[in-house]
């Protein structure tokens, strides 16, 4: 079973940048495909963003296209979001998932096996 462990969180004020990261244990972590989801208060689960076992395909939610990069470092089992022009409906626990049976990227939460506890990002306007 992987474990993940979110960090980089805070509040930050609009058009500003925050790098979050996700550290997994777990000899098999480059074999994975990782994603990023949040959830804002009252709202369901969204999808954020995707990156396959190699990093050579990610995948982006319509709302975070252009701004966010998705990015691994199979030598250090960690997977970060690099977050700019944060606007405050980016406001929301984010939280990093594994696919422990799949090698590339997908947008769907119920392809994921192990998540994290989630880290809160709260934009300010």
């Known amino acids: 079973q992987v474990q993940l462990v979110e960090s980089g969180g805070g509040l930050v004020q609009a058009g500003g940048s925050l790098r979050l990261s996700c550290a997994a244990s777990?000899?098999?972590?480059?074999?994975?495909?990782m994603g990023w989801f949040r959830q804002a208060p009252g709202k369901e689960r969204e999808f954020v963003a995707a990156i396959s076992w190699s990093g050579d395909i990610t995948d982006y939610g319509d709302s975070v296209y252009g701004r966010f990069t998705i990015s691994r470092d199979n030598t250090k089992n960690t997977v970060y979001l690099q977050m700019n022009s944060l606007k405050p409906e980016d406001t929301a626990v984010y939280y990093c998932a594994s696919n422990n049976r799949g090698r590339l990227p997908s947008r769907w939460a119920s392809q994921y096996d192990s998540w994290g506890q989630g880290t809160q990002v709260t934009v300010s306007s």
């Open positions: 777990g000899r098999t972590f480059s074999t994975h495909a």
